[in-house]
């Protein structure tokens, strides 16, 4: 650049000593008053830290460092554009630091937090998840058993409960695996898959987010009040805690309908992660009002939502797992609505015993008196 500056310099000095030098051979031809004194060569050639485009255009042709410095200093003084909208004439952000990145660009800040922090630790926690889930599952098999079927039935979910945690699980899944493919598929799928067909899979089941997510909002209200009464905590909570559900060895602590297990999937899974899921994923959809939308509030509710959404995930693996393989006749419970009374004993006993004396009747949906039925 030196030698550039140098060279427009010398050719601008010469420039002007054969103009000068022709004037003077002129001699009388040309008024004393003709000649006007030109500024130093240095002083018109050298650009100026403050100069515009159009005056870099003259003092340095093609170079657009004042365009370049406005586009990368629009995110403090945005330009002037006749595009409605939030930040249109904001081309580059400026400088923040969001928790796990460096003090850079917000757009920059974001991509640092999402492939250093978000991808590596989000799919280690749900791998931990499912390899721990794998273990227990060949260490010790599915739990339950000890009590030997009855024949006689209890209702423990009615119709309209089957139904809210069945609409819950197949919202929660489809945004789940739509989730976990857009976030890690091209580490495991766009090898297999190749680029043009993977393009057009996530494109599917981000179709499918979008559409599963008010599913997942409506129905996550309807669980909430559904099972709030049956989810409060009690004495009989801490004792199971302390001998963790009998998992390793033990027998199950006796629990009402529903264990502390169940209880904290309910109020940390459903109720916490679940509504911090819900409430960054209507900012992502853009459906809240008196929001700007500008790419920080995305940015931000883009890492919420990420990081919710992993843990609620990791969270919802054991209580699938415990509601289908992992605990005999747990599954049976949510496909038909009843259980046999042996599993009310060994699973639920406080639950059972309530019923008993009646303080519960067999059949919520239709009270009445205990109806026997063949085993399913």
Known sequence: MQRMIRARVLAAAALLALTGSAIAQSGAAQPQAAVVAAPPASEAALPQPNDTNA???????????????????????????????????????????????????????????????????GGALVLISLLAIVLYYFAKGPIGGREADTGKRIE????????????????????????????????FLMPVMGHALFGWFTYALKTLHNFAG????????????TFLRSEWPTAADFKWLRSAGGMFGGVEPASHRFNAGEKLIFWFGVVLFGSIVVASGLVLDKVIPGIAYV???????????????????????FHIYMGTIGMRGAYRAMKTGYVDEGWAREHHLLWYEDIEA???????????????????
């Open 295 to 317: 790419r920080t509030d995305m940015q931000v509710a883009h890492m919420v939502h990420s990081i919710a959404g992993l843990i609620l995930t990791s969270m919802f693996l």
């Open 156 to 187: 423990r979910f009615t119709y309209f409960e089957r139904a809210a945690h069945w609409s819950n699980a197949i919202a929660f899944c489809a945004l789940a695996i739509s989730g976990l493919t857009m976030a890690f598929g091209q580490f």
């Open 55 to 121: 005056q870099r255009a003259l003092s340095q042709p093609g170079n657009n460092a004042p365009f370049w410095r406005g586009v990368r200093n629009s995110g403090n003084r945005p330009g002037v554009i006749a595009m409605p909208g939030a930040e249109k004439g904001v081309l580059i952000q400026p400088f923040t630091q969001y928790p796990g990145s460096s003090f850079t660009t917000a757009g920059e800040a974001w991509r640092q937090v999402r492939n250093d922090w978000i991808i590596p630790y």
């Open 214 to 225: 008010p599913l997942f909002v409506v129905s996550l209200l309807i669980v909430f009040f």
């Open 358 to 376: 009646g303080k519960i009747p067999v059949e919520r949906s239709a009270p009445g008196p205990r109806v026997e039925q063949p085993a399913a």
